[in-house]
């Protein structure tokens, strides 16, 4: 069997097993890729790993869609922390709870929100016209939660395949927000 193995999201693979027993097969986060009679599939970027009995292999999903920048993900961080992060990024505007980046290439601004010093809420903007590429970019990454619609807009919330971060994604005639916060 092989021991490694790269598929894209919706990708499957069949792996064999050799050994003279029956074979159990399962996997370690069927949110990222599961098994079924050694065939592999692809179900959101990460890495997992599949077992066959004693036999292991690690699958790393790859995205599809790469063209969007997620903001600096990591909540509690400082402002200073944050600001490392962005250094690539030009500084929009800042305040006592708030940091706000212009951005680059699909996205036009980062903002980040602390409380009491750390980072509880960041989010990005684009335009409406990415609405479709967005959610193909999203989808890769995250499981629907919810959905809303609105005579103004779409909610979808999502979450991470770890279910530890909720993910809001808001399509309007003003643009798309995505919002991340601590799940």
């Not at 499957?12 to 986060?29: A, I, P």
Request: proline share 1%; hydrophobic share 30%.
């Amino acid at each position: 069997m092989k021991t490694r193995i790269t598929l894209y999201v919706d990708e499957t693979e069949k792996l064999t097993y050799s050994g003279n027993d029956e074979c159990t097969w399962f996997s370690d986060n069927k949110r990222i890729a599961d098994v079924n009679k050694g065939v592999v599939t692809a179900n959101h970027v990460g890495t997992t790993t599949i077992h066959a009995n004693n036999l292991t292999c690690e699958v790393v999903v790859k995205p599809r869609y790469t063209s969007f920048t997620e903001p600096y993900l990591e909540f509690g961080s400082s402002k200073s922390e944050v600001k490392s992060q962005m250094s690539g990024y030009t500084l929009k505007s800042e305040d006592n709870t708030m940091l706000t980046y212009y951005g680059k290439g699909n996205v036009d601004n980062y903002g980040y929100q602390f409380k009491n010093g750390s980072l509880e809420m960041n989010a990005f903007y684009t335009s409406a016209s990415y609405a479709l590429s967005l959610s193909d970019y999203l989808l890769e990454r995250y499981i629907v939660f919810d959905t809303e619609k609105s005579s103004t807009e779409r909610i979808y919330t999502l979450v991470s395949v770890d279910l530890k971060m909720f993910v809001q994604f808001r399509v309007g005639t003003y643009g798309c927000i995505v919002m991340y916060t601590k799940g």
